[in-house]
């Protein structure tokens, strides 16, 4: 769009990690958020009208953390792709537009969104995670509902992330479909 990388840009960026752990079903984890993350890719694409601002697509790979004892190990510490995306790709960005680091509108990472089990018991919330702002809540309906893993959560900094996380639960309300319910 006329704004895109100029020191005027409010970036969005979509992201999705493309591997998997090991013994882990990659379908759900992550193939379902890199599916998302293309078909997003394609329908914003496939727009005739011109974005305003720039929209960034990016694939991780190199996600999960191993021990050091595991010997054909690329990533010790996890997060290496997401961590190299943002040193190598989008700090150099942000300096050679002049785009500020706070000017982004927002991120947006679809992680493991295929999997709905209304099963009790099926949703874990590693213990660290129980009491962060922003995820207590969830935290606490989650075990009012029998820890079902039957929603898709959003992590979002409550007022900083007001004007683009108010449009995906805006769009979600207007479905109006009782099976799908937003917390």
Known sequence: ??????????????????????NNPGVDDNG?????????????????????YSVIFAAFDL???ESS???DSACFDGMCGSKHFVEQVLVPVFDITG????????VIIMQAILNYNNTPGSQTFPDQLQDTP???????????????????GILARQ????????VFY??????????????
């Open 1 to 22: 769009g006329p704004q895109a990388f100029t020191a005027r840009d409010r970036l969005v960026i979509l992201g999705a990690h493309y591997d998997t752990c090991r």
């Open 32 to 52: 379902s958020g890199l599916a998302a993350l293309m078909e997003a890719a394609r329908i914003i694409s496939s727009q005739p009208c011109i974005q305003e």
């Open 63 to 65: 996600n999960c953390r």
């Open 69 to 71: 004892d595991v010997g």
């Open 99 to 106: 785009v500020a680091p706070s000017s982004v509108q927002g």
């Open 134 to 152: 922003g995820v207590q809540l969830t935290y606490e309906e989650t075990k009012e509902d029998g820890f079902r893993g039957n929603f898709l």
């Open 159 to 166: 007022e900083y992330d007001l004007p683009l996380y108010s």
């Open 170 to 183: 805006n769009r979600w309300d207007e479905a109006e479909d009782p099976q799908y319910k937003r917390r």
